[in-house]
């Protein structure tokens, strides 16, 4: 699950790292009024944030700053409501704008490979660290934490070392474990800082000092471990959310709605995507992802092709269900009682092998459901049905 | 001869007595599989498999009174954890995770205490393994395969029996078919399979099965092509269609950035030498075509 970059700032800050103070804001009214309590703390500008989970905020014009409040009021109004990636953005984060002496790049990231947690430094902050990572991949330091003794101090101080922050040691080495904390607090798959800054602040007494802080952070958590932090489910950012999400969610259905006309449901996450890349092959667009998931019932059927249905661009619907730990009997009543419901017919050619898939052949002939024997077969029919129920 | 199971394999199975865990205990056992153990904590003593097999409290005790040498782990995910160090600590040296839903960093401390111990893991978030005519741990089931000397190697579940029953329709045997698992952590890789393969004398061509999602098939097409170079070899990638940033059901399978697509693993199959099927279907005749008889 993705999370929005203030809220990632929340799990950051709750772990004892050093991050800046922000607001939250939904109109330009209230962006106003936080970039006045911001200016008259001392600020010299307020920065604006698009809060989307897409990167690429700053190239799409979702990041501007903005020297008074009546600036930040308008460069709100430009920001709230634009389009980024085809997210329309609700709200937007307000901090002060920090004197950034110099950027750095400070992630921990589940390596699969290594089966460890690794941590990934580089002296170049605030670019794309894919891109650093192709063109200059010496410019990037990674350090893999210990499976069961963590992150040690010598192992924080070596990558800050190879940064060029020996000069924020203590500051650099609390933020390296810091990010392995959270990481484990939490059951994040990627916590980024980018950019991790040093940053000019003049204290009340008017002395300047330089000081290493989080400017941003991005994390992502783990599905899997979600249910063990109830808490965090909170932070599902539901404005972002394609409706159909939850509901796949809530039927434990994957479901991943894609542009193509060809609504797919099928048993198992490899063979979805299998069908998908066969619809494709066949020249077909598939609609989604589905993997009614292992064991499924006919009520969990019924919803899946409720959930296909529902996107008015499925012309034609493909069923693929393998049978092993799922009953092909079931799948096909199922099917049955969903087109009993529905409320708009559309073709539909079902493939049924595996597991009870004899019962299943007579139930779909007798009530007269169009089959296949092979995938092949059936992607070549579920397109061409869609050719014709599109012409 | 097979992998990782074979007519040796002693199996103790943890959560015999769950649901699922009874189910496929009565198809592997029925499939021929010595089954010789059930382990749930607090049901010492009694029976499973209707009176065919003693359950154990603890993996230990399995092992102790019956020399159970393989585990299947059917626990919940809260648990599954915690089983398999059990099986670890008890001696066991292969282990079967089925169980699905674990989250990635309960498994990093595991895996390294598993390889600190000598002993294998396959899994989690896996179909298990079937040898056939010999034995099944997991959940394949049996209809899909037939006796032969192809290894298979896959990420994934029901794509593994499409792709393995294709292969018996067209009289395409298999040594044995392991399911690797779809998870971003997992015991056993492509390349370990494979490795165990190349050491099987019975196994003759292979078939690898992978997917989008990190880069597990790009490192285990590099080795065979160094050491697999005159066997006949078929692969199928599931997801060219699977677009950017989206987990595909899988928790493994998700493309970041320009890693981890589909492109990018048929290529490297292709120049380590795989025919790389564009359907499952296809692999048979490909495996023919590579030069494989049987």
Redesign the interface.
């Given at each position: 699950m993705k999370i929005q970059e203030a809220d990632a700032k929340g799990l950051l800050l709750a772990q004892g790292l050093p991050v800046p103070g922000w607001s939250v804001a939904r109109t330009p009214a209230e962006v106003r009024s936080a970039a006045e309590s911001i200016l008259a703390d001392g600020a010299g500008r307020v920065v604006i944030k698009a809060q989307v989970l897409v990167g690429g905020r700053g190239k799409a014009g979702g990041v501007k700053l903005a020297g008074s409040a009546a600036e930040a009021e308008a460069v709100a109004s430009a920001i709230l409501g634009m389009s980024i990636k085809g997210i329309t953005v609700r709200k937007v984060l307000v901090a002060a704008a920090a004197d950034i002496v110099k950027e750095y790049y400070l992630s921990a990231v589940?390596d699969?490979?290594a089966?460890?947690?690794l941590l990934m430094g580089s002296a170049e902050g605030g670019v794309e660290i894919?891109q650093v990572a192709?063109e200059r991949p010496d410019a990037i330091v990674t350090i893999h934490a210990h499976?069961?003794l963590g992150l040690g101090d010598w192992q924080a101080r070596q990558l800050a070392f190879r940064m060029g922050l020996g000069g924020h040691l203590r500051a650099a080495v609390g933020i390296a474990r810091g990010l392995v904390r959270t990481?484990?607090a939490y059951?994040a798959?990627l916590v980024e800082i980018n950019p991790l800054a040093i940053i000019r602040e003049t204290s009340a007494d008017g002395t300047v000092v330089e000081r290493l802080v989080c400017l941003d952070a991005k994390v992502t958590l783990?599905?899997?471990?979600l249910p063990?932090h109830p808490e965090l489910e909170a932070l599902r950012d539901l404005d972002e959310e394609d409706p159909a999400d939850a509901e796949a969610r809530e039927a434990g259905i994957?479901f991943?709605r894609?542009n193509g006309t060809i609504g797919c449901m099928?048993?198992?996450?490899?063979?979805?995507?299998?069908t998908?890349?066969?619809?494709?092959?066949a020249g077909g667009e598939?609609a989604n992802?589905l993997?009614i998931g292992?064991g499924a019932k006919s009520d969990r059927v019924a919803e899946a092709m409720r959930m296909i249905l529902s996107d008015p661009k499925v012309n034609a619907i493909l069923v693929n269900i393998?049978?092993?730990?799922t009953r092909g009997d079931e799948v096909a009543r199922g099917l049955i009682d969903a087109r009993a419901q529905q409320l708009r017919d559309v073709p539909m050619v079902v493939r049924i092998?595996?597991?009870n898939a004899t019962e299943a052949a007579e139930l779909l002939r007798a009530a007269r459901f169009e089959t296949a024997a092979?995938?092949?077969e059936a992607a070549a029919r579920a397109v061409a049905a869609a050719r014709t129920a599109g012409a | 001869m097979s992998v990782l199971i074979g007519r040796e394999t002693r199996l103790v199975v943890q959560g015999i007595t769950g649901r699922?865990g009874e189910f496929h205990s009565r198809a592997m056992q029925a499939y021929g599989t010595r089954i010789v153990a059930g382990m749930t904590p607090g049901k010492g003593g009694q029976t499973a498999l209707d009176g065919t097999v003693p359950v154990f409290d603890t993996v230990a005790d399995a092992v102790r009174e019956t020399g159970a040498n393989t585990s299947c782990i059917f626990v919940p995910?809260?648990g599954a954890p915690d089983a398999i160090l059990e099986a670890v600590g008890a001696g066991i040296g292969t282990i079967f995770c089925i169980t699905?839903?674990?989250?990635?960093?309960?498994?990093?401390?595991v895996?390294?205490?598993v390889r600190q111990a000598g002993a294998r893991l396959v899994g989690p978030n896996c179909?298990g393994a079937t040898s056939p005519g010999r034995a099944k741990v997991g959940?394949?089931?049996d209809?899909?395969h037939r006796e032969g000397d192809v290894g298979v190697v896959?990420?994934?579940?029901?794509?593994?029996?499409?792709a393995v029953?294709a292969m018996t329709d067209a009289g395409i045997g298999q040594s044995t078919c392991v399911g690797i698992g779809?998870d971003?952590?997992i015991g056993t890789t492509f390349l370990d399979v494979l490795q165990l393969f190349a050491a099987d004398p019975e196994t003759r061509a292979l078939v690898l099965?992978g997917?989008?999602g990190?880069?597990?098939e790009e490192?285990a097409a590099a080795w065979a092509a160094e050491h697999l170079a005159d066997i006949p070899k078929a692969a199928?990638i599931?997801?060219?269609?699977?677009?950017e940033g989206?987990?595909?059901?899988?928790?493994?399978?998700i493309i970041s950035?320009?890693a981890g697509t589909?492109a990018s693993k048929v290529a490297a199959l292709e120049a380590a030498g795989f025919r790389v099927a564009?359907?499952?279907?296809e692999l048979p005749g490909l495996l023919r075509v590579a030069g494989h008889r049987g």
């Open positions: 589940l699969r490979a089966r460890r947690i894919e192709a499976p069961h990481m484990l059951d798959d783990d599905d899997s471990a063990r994957s991943i894609l099928v048993n198992g996450a490899g063979l979805a995507m299998t998908m890349d066969l619809v494709k092959r598939p992802f993997d292992g393998f049978g092993g730990i092998v595996g597991t092979t995938l092949d | 699922e995910a809260p699905e839903g674990i989250p990635a960093l309960d498994m990093v401390p895996v390294e205490a179909p959940i394949i089931p209809s899909v896959s990420r994934s579940g029901t794509l593994t029996y499409e029953q779809g971003p952590i099965i997917e989008i990190g880069a597990a490192e199928f599931a997801g060219r269609t699977a677009p989206k987990r595909m059901g899988h928790a493994g399978a950035g320009r589909a564009g359907s499952p279907t």
